[in-house]
């Protein structure tokens, strides 16, 4: 498992991923190509990403997580991934992942959802993360620095 900055050829991977339906049915509308194509350089392919795409030990993309700062103490963190990914326990690889890097920079780590999202819920739990209330309509969780 690798994550790394994302790079223009990964339009298409990112395309398939923002504009499915099911996939973002707890994100936000699914994403036309121009909306993909700004997401991509406006939190990708940036000077500060606060995204970066996700790919398998076979170097194939899967995805990508969310690991930007949340406030001055804590990092958040997600993932998002292509159907074709799910169930294969990359979600959980990966949120280990960041939390190791944010545990190395010494932050705390928060993840926010969908009220409904049960299985981003679920993986936080599985993690230590506790449960912080709601804020903005989304479900906040927070693991402490240890």
Same mark, same amino acid.
């Given at each position: 498992?690798?994550?790394?900055?994302?790079?223009?050829?990964?339009?298409?991977?990112?395309?398939?991923?923002?504009?499915?339906?099911?996939?973002?049915?707890?994100?936000?509308?699914?994403?036309?190509?121009?909306?993909?194509?700004?997401?991509?350089?406006?939190?990708?392919?940036?000077?500060?990403?606060?995204?970066?795409?996700?790919?398998?030990?076979?170097?194939?993309?899967?995805?990508?997580?969310?690991?930007?700062?949340?406030?001055?103490?804590?990092?958040?963190?997600?993932?998002?991934?292509?159907?074709? &990914?799910?169930?294969?326990?990359?979600?959980?690889?990966?949120?280990?992942?960041?939390?190791?890097?944010?545990?190395?920079?010494?932050?705390?780590?928060?993840?926010?959802?969908?009220?409904?999202?049960?299985?981003?819920?679920?993986?936080?739990?599985?993690?230590?993360?506790?449960?912080?209330?709601? &804020?903005?309509?989304?479900?906040?969780?927070?693991?402490?620095?240890?």
């Amino acid at each position: 498992m690798k994550i790394r900055k994302f790079i223009e050829s990964d339009y298409q991977d990112l395309y398939d991923t923002l504009s499915d339906p099911e996939v973002m049915i707890y994100i936000e509308p699914p994403y036309s190509a121009e909306q993909t194509k700004k997401f991509l350089f406006d939190y990708g392919i940036c000077d500060d990403p606060f995204v970066f795409a996700a790919e398998n030990d076979d170097g194939k993309y899967i995805g990508y997580v969310i690991y930007h700062d949340y406030d001055d103490q804590s990092m958040e963190i997600g993932w998002l991934l292509k159907r074709s &990914e799910w169930g294969k326990g990359y979600a959980k690889e990966l949120t280990k992942m960041m939390i190791e890097q944010a545990k190395r920079e010494g932050k705390a780590v928060v993840i926010e959802c969908d009220p409904e999202q049960q299985i981003t819920k679920h993986i936080a739990a599985s993690f230590g993360f506790e449960y912080q209330g709601e &804020e903005d309509d989304c479900s906040v969780y927070r693991l402490q620095n240890i």
